[in-house]
């Protein structure tokens, strides 16, 4: 028994088990508060940019102006030239399809030019894109919806007697498309599945996180004019607040559902309806849908910060007292 303390003794510096002993109870308070100081860090939450008052009057006026270009214009002109012309059913739909969504592909156009110059891309692309000419998935999914109702008007519009039910079919589409991508990508990622590409700045082989998070990102960045740090601050956010998180996912719920039923009771009316009302409601009804749902959105999104913010003072509060124990 006394060899070990001899040996302990003599090895160049070492303290005896005794004096390691006391020697650990001595520093034992202060160096376990550390950790636990550390692990009680609240760190400030991630300020999101919020448009200037000019910046919120453009936004507004451009969602006035997309409203009038993907829905109020192709009712008026079908019915204004169907019960106050002459002209064939197959002339008014050329018309409407000449017109349809000039406004909206000409903003898309400039969204593009951002993303894809050299002397721009830098600012408004996704955090760790090193390259200039990539899509964003916002800009992605608006292609794909494109692509699908231009099908639809095109092959509507072949026949000489034009398929009007097939024709008041864009804005369901739309609503099909986007709400079966809310919910599928809330269930993905809930069930914490990894991304097999891109989403924005999420990179391949990254959990998977709600569309509608990219969404904003996308949105936020380039529409919003919050650029490359937009991007950053509203992941970080997504990541390190539980509310945050929270509300994502209900409204991607929300939104997903509510798109799909909206979608399917638009298509039931189209195809059971007279047509001539038919396509009124087909390309009505989704859109008066979405006004109810972005109002009763936005004030949800208010209080849900609101209370985030709340939350977050009390655990800055909670974490200072802590650190003063």
């Known amino acids: 028994m006394n060899a070990p303390k001899n040996d302990c003794n003599s090895s160049g510096g070492n303290v005896p088990p005794e004096n390691e002993e006391r020697t650990s109870r001595d520093v034992q308070p202060s160096e376990a508060s550390q950790p ?147 919910c599928g990508s809330a269930i993905l990622t809930q069930m914490r599945k990894r991304l097999p590409f891109n989403m924005s700045s999420t990179e391949k082989g990254e959990l998977w996180k709600p569309a509608l998070l990219a969404f904003i990102e996308d949105a936020g960045c380039i529409e919003g004019q919050g650029g490359v740090q937009y991007r950053a601050a509203v992941l970080k956010r997504y990541d390190v607040s539980p509310r945050f998180r929270r509300m994502i996912i209900m409204l991607s719920w929300v939104w997903g559902l509510g798109l799909i039923v909206i979608a399917i009771v638009s298509t039931v009316l189209i195809m059971e309806l007279e047509v001539d009302i038919g396509f009124g409601v087909g390309w009505g009804l989704p859109w008066a849908f979405s006004a109810v749902y972005s109002m009763l959105t936005i004030a949800f999104v208010k209080q849900q910060l609101r209370k985030e913010k709340a939350e977050w003072r009390l655990k800055e509060a909670s974490n200072q007292n802590t650190s003063v124990v």
């Open 36 to 182: 636990s100081q550390a692990m009680t860090l609240v760190e400030p939450l991630p300020e999101l940019h919020t448009p200037h008052r000019r910046r919120r009057i453009i936004l507004w006026v451009g969602v006035a102006l997309a409203t009038l270009d993907l829905c109020v214009l192709p009712i008026t002109y079908y019915y204004a030239f169907k019960f106050g012309t002459n002209l064939s059913v197959q002339d008014i739909f050329a018309i409407i399809t000449g017109v349809y969504g000039l406004l909206s592909f000409t903003h898309y156009f400039l969204r593009s030019l951002k993303l894809f110059r050299s002397k721009t891309s830098s600012k408004w692309r996704p955090v760790g894109w090193t390259k200039w000419g990539m899509l964003e998935f916002l800009q992605v999914n608006i292609l794909i919806v494109i692509t699908l109702f231009e099908i639809e008007l095109v092959i509507g519009t072949i026949p000489h007697h034009p398929w009007v039910r097939l024709v008041a079919m864009p804005s369901p589409t739309i609503c099909f498309y986007f709400g079966f991508l809310f």
